[in-house]
């Protein structure tokens, strides 16, 4: 049973890895970081053996292919992590002539970069994370640059400010989003409430994210439950076959008692010899001595099916503490990220009194439109260009292209 807790920590924790839910659906490309990890189940003793020689990260070759020990090569390009965890299981399975199917998981440890080029500090490769933008992607490689030097500082300054100012807003639906799905868990709803803030496109998106994070973690959770429920039944199913030998025994103990007084008896009588006494008495001491080893059996199942029960309570115990916790701590991240996004409004507006008078929640345009975004996303051999890009979610790949434009002189 200890073995069994174990292995069910680390199957829980793969669900609470960031970007989950886009993991699930994503198509693996080449130059991704892949972390597998294989176990076998071991019905004997009901636990769970991991593949060790196995285990580590996988780069995908220019070819689309990993090289998996005892399978080779291994087309990985194409498919989701779960088409080739299910692809290398099944090799396993075949290759090595194996009685039932190994659970192989795949993980993305880490997503091929956003290539940013263009009008900013720093271009070349960000690190590539779900619900990237093209507005932090620029943001991360250092903001806008300098070269158009006919731009006014103060222009640059207004740029920058609301690209910050941006992020902060997009980290702030991000954290309303997990909010409502920590809600939604600590009260056991399949849904997730209503978020009036997040009634937008990218809102609704997050939100169906968060959703999918939900459901993913709900179901690991559901497994891991029914991994112990079937341990206990196993303990169960173990304790009924001891019962019954014990009854057996029993009876062989009574027949065994009776034939070693009657051997007893006729050999005080000397009508039987001292050996036929003997025999009966190391069968009567051999009987006894399995009782003693299934009684034993038996105290050792019962108490394995109290520490599943006492594991199946603390599986769901620490999962509402772990979901009151994370509920507090975005909560005072969200009180936090508040005061942050007024302090930079009120920088903007400081800036924008300074250029003109203008307000920005009167004129949001007025900062995005002083720089062309186009985002170019790759296809197989296609590549299509995404226009006024500034806020679109990225893509693993995707080469994010920035222009300042020079404001008028009138």
Request: charged residues 25%.
């Amino acid at each position: 049973m200890a073995a069994l807790r174990r292995h069910l920590l680390p199957l829980f924790v793969v669900a609470l890895l960031p970007g989950v839910a886009l993991a699930d659906s994503y198509t693996i490309s080449e130059s991704d970081l892949l972390r597998l990890r294989v176990l076998e189940w071991q019905p004997v003793d009901g636990t769970m053996r991991e593949w060790e020689a196995m285990t580590g990260e996988y780069r995908v070759n220019a070819d689309g292919t990993i090289s998996v020990p005892f399978l080779g090569p291994v087309e990985a390009a194409g498919h989701t992590p779960a088409q080739l965890g299910t692809l290398i299981a099944d090799g396993l399975m075949e290759r090595l002539a194996l009685p039932d199917m190994p659970d192989a998981t795949i993980e993305i440890a880490e997503y091929r970069p956003i290539i940013v080029a263009g009008h900013v500090r720093e271009p070349g490769e960000v690190v590539f994370r779900p619900g990237l933008t093209a507005r932090q992607a620029i943001a991360m490689a250092g903001g806008p640059s300098d070269e158009i030097r006919s731009t006014p500082a103060l222009v640059r300054d207004l740029i920058s400010e609301e690209g910050a100012l941006r992020i902060l807003l997009d980290s702030r639906e991000g954290m309303m989003a997990r909010r409502a799905r920590l809600l939604a868990e600590r009260d056991n709803q399949t849904e997730l409430g209503p978020v009036p803030e997040l009634d937008t496109a990218r809102g609704r998106a997050l939100l169906a994210e968060e959703k999918s994070f939900m459901d993913l973690r709900r179901d690991q959770v559901d497994r891991n439950l029914a991994a112990i429920d079937a341990q206990s039944e196993l303990l169960k199913a173990e304790i009924e076959a001891l019962q019954a030998k014990t009854g057996q025994l029993e009876t062989q103990r009574t027949l065994a008692e009776k034939e070693t007084a009657n051997a007893k008896n006729l050999s005080e009588r000397g009508l039987v010899a001292s050996g036929r006494l003997f025999e009966t008495q190391r069968t009567l001491s051999t009987v006894e001595s399995q009782l003693l080893d299934t009684s034993t059996a038996i105290l050792r199942a019962r108490q394995g099916i109290t520490t599943a029960e006492r594991d199946r309570i603390a599986l769901i115990d620490g999962r509402s503490s772990e979901i009151a916790a994370q509920l507090q701590e975005v909560e005072a991240q969200i009180l936090e990220m508040d005061r942050k996004i007024d302090t930079q409004r009120s920088l903007s507006v400081s800036l924008l009194s300074q250029a003109g008078g203008k307000d920005v929640a009167a004129d949001p345009s007025t900062i995005a439109a002083m720089s062309d975004v186009v985002v170019m996303r790759f296809a197989g051999n296609e590549m299509r260009q995404i226009p006024d890009a500034m806020d679109v979610r990225l893509e693993p790949g995707d080469m994010v292209q920035m222009t300042l434009r020079a404001p008028s002189t009138n």
